[in-house]
């Protein structure tokens, strides 16, 4: 690595390889309702959905939300699993998303104020396997995951409620199972 390689580049910003997964101008691909179960969790409600990735999917989700400028083109994506979806109580919106996909997963921190996502892959090479990352996250991180997605009064709600959330995340862990 020379010297350069170890500073920020010019401008002040970061070197991608320190950037916390990838921000796409878009909000996540909709939930589908019918495939859904929500799990009500105090000041936060999961949902818990198996889903299918493909390049249709995200077209499609682009068509939706206007953004089509923002999709690079086809992938070859097709990769599924189950999703917990966490949601505010009091305003529904979707602020975290754990895709415990088989092949790529990941999850997110949604902005709604901006209409935009930052991706953040799971390493499952040090990390394990997604699913039991994902409910260890829940367990253990929620309210700073939230708090970094935008949200940090419902952080603090649900640091507020740990026997809701965790009857909550037991649920979630049921369903998954």
């Not at 070197?15 to 929500?38: F, K, N």
């Not at 999917?57 to 083109?73: K, P, R």
């Amino acid at each position: 690595m020379s010297d350069t390689d170890s500073e920020a580049p010019a401008g002040g910003g970061e070197l991608e390889a320190y950037r916390l997964g990838r921000t796409y101008a878009m909000l996540p691909i909709a939930m589908v309702p019918e495939a859904c179960r929500h799990v009500p969790a105090g000041p936060v409600t999961f949902v818990v959905e198996g889903r299918r990735l493909t390049d249709e999917a995200i077209l499609g989700s682009a068509v939706a939300q206007g953004t089509t400028d923002v999709v690079e083109g086809p992938t070859g994506v097709d990769d599924g699993g189950m999703t917990v979806h966490v949601l505010g109580a009091a305003d529904r919106l979707e602020h975290l998303r754990f895709d415990c996909f088989d092949q790529q997963p990941h999850y997110h921190y949604i902005d709604n104020v901006t209409g935009s996502n930052t991706v953040v892959r799971i390493d499952t090479h040090a990390e394990g396997d997604p699913t039991a990352w994902s409910l260890a996250r829940l367990r253990e991180r929620l309210p700073e995951m939230l708090a970094h997605a935008g949200v940090p009064d419902l952080a603090e709600q649900v640091r507020a409620a740990p026997a809701a959330v965790a009857r909550g995340i037991d649920q979630v862990e049921r369903l998954l199972g």
